[in-house]
């Protein structure tokens, strides 16, 4: 079910995606509304799970660790001993609790997950791979893609497509 969010709503997500550490005061001033609606808004969207925490961005590069990898696996979802079926959610989540692991996807197509990695070099992603990931119960196989360079990288969320579907709803 879709949570309804009125405009100030959304300026409000707008502006604390770009900036989480701008104040309430900071907020109620950027978008005209008094410091206890805006306390109020923000309030009831963390009780909803609109915004699920909040968040500083580190410099991968500047802690050394330069290498990012995605990596595609490929779930078997019976054991070798025919034992018992193994869910792709089971995997995931165990491949979720490795370190070095930021995000793990569960996909369609040809592969079954999707997992994106971040290392030291290319030696220390192979060595990820395989010594830790290829030995995780259930996976079949991999094939790792090495990170160039990024281009866009961003955890924002497009407000504005939700600001004008919002708009077009109650002009109908």
């Not at 192979?126 to 010594?131: A, H, L, N, R, S």
Request: aromatic residues 4%; charged residues 35%; positive net charge.
């Amino acid at each position: 079910m879709e949570t309804k969010l009125d405009e100030k709503d959304l300026a409000i997500l707008a502006l604390i995606q770009k900036d989480c550490k701008l104040s309430s005061r900071e907020i109620a001033r950027k978008i005209g509304s008094p410091i206890t609606t805006v306390f109020a808004k923000i309030k009831r969207m963390e009780e909803l799970g609109i915004i699920k925490d909040y968040r500083a961005i580190l410099n991968s590069q500047k802690l050394g660790l330069g290498a990012t990898a995605l990596i595609l696996a490929s779930v078997s979802y019976q054991t070798k001993d025919n034992d018992k079926l193994i869910s792709q959610r089971e995997i995931a989540s165990d491949i979720a609790k490795f370190q070095e692991v930021q995000e793990v996807y569960i996909i369609t197509g040809d592969w079954d997950l999707l997992i994106k990695l971040r290392s030291e070099d290319v030696h220390a992603i192979g060595k990820f791979v395989i010594d830790k990931l290829r030995l995780v119960r259930g996976i079949e196989k991999t094939l790792t893609c090495m990170v160039f360079e990024t281009c866009k990288e961003t955890t924002e969320i497009r407000i504005e497509a939700r600001r004008s579907r919002n708009e077009s709803i109650r002009s109908q």
